[in-house]
């Protein structure tokens, strides 16, 4: 066989490699986008809406212990928790560095009386550059010296 014949017949050889590739492929749609993302904030867990949390004790030989949970978001690499007395002027947690889904906010002493009611606490998270909207909860606080 000359080389010539050969060369059609590598020719021909990689014709039909191309067409079978060509028909494989066909219709098939190749794409490399990542997935939409889902910005709806995480759901609260913990505490309940209008829960009853512990305080502690007017001696302060106490320590109280809230613990707060929330779902993970998928591709969520950090979450930033509010938590905030309804007449504080400032949060008594503002962190937004979060990376798993629950948090404990410890507390030496007692609430007092006039910050008993409507506490709020808000949780977010950050996906791909983006912060979802705000989930909120509300809970309420025991009088001080509640099971002292």
């Known amino acids: 066989m000359n080389s010539c014949c050969a060369f059609n017949k590598f020719i021909r050889s990689i014709a039909t490699v191309l067409t079978v590739m060509m028909l494989l492929f066909t219709g098939c749609v190749i794409d490399n986008e990542d997935p939409p993302v889902d910005l ?3 759901q609260l867990l913990r505490p309940l ?8 004790c007017v001696n302060n030989r106490t320590t109280i212990q ?3 949970s929330w779902t993970p978001k998928e591709r969520a690499t950090r979450y930033h928790l509010r938590l905030k007395a309804q007449n504080a ?20 002493g007692y609430i007092g009386s006039s910050n008993l009611k409507n506490w709020t ?9 983006n912060w979802t909207e705000w989930s909120t909860g509300t809970f309420d606080v025991k009088e001080p010296d509640s099971g002292c």
């Open 40 to 42: 709806t904030p995480p």
């Open 49 to 56: 809406a209008g829960q009853l949390l512990d305080n502690g």
């Open 89 to 108: 002027l400032v949060a008594a947690v503002d962190n937004e560095n979060l990376t798993g889904t629950s948090y404990q906010h410890v507390i030496n």
């Open 66 to 68: 809230w613990n707060f």
């Open 121 to 129: 606490w808000q949780v977010r998270a950050y996906i791909r550059g």
